[in-house]
């Protein structure tokens, strides 16, 4: 049985990511947040998104650094500053 489709994310990250020449990949095989982050770890990723419950009820997203496993709740051109720039 296939899993269900995933719902399209609730904030406008998709493109705003491509627009600004980030590299985006979006779980849709219905993984656990816990294997999509050891996925986007092993490919070499350096922050993932993390967009939950918290998330969608503040509008704001979680940032993930895989290096150093910190994390912050961002806006989505915050997170896009950030990772450009690397502050």
């Excluded at 990511?17 to 990949?25: A, E, G, I, N, Y």
């Excluded at 996925?39 to 509008?59: C, H, L, P, R």
């Amino acid at each position: 049985r296939p899993a269900p489709p995933t719902p399209p994310p609730p904030f406008p990250l998709p493109p705003l990511m491509m627009r600004s020449r980030l590299k985006t990949d979006i779980d849709v095989m219905g993984r656990t947040v816990r294997a999509q982050l050891a996925y986007a770890n092993s490919a070499g990723f350096d922050y993932a998104v993390i967009i939950g419950k918290n998330e969608m009820q503040t509008s704001k997203l979680t940032l993930r650094n895989l290096r150093s496993g910190e994390q912050e709740l961002l806006d989505v051109k915050q997170i896009i500053n950030r990772v450009l720039n690397n502050v």
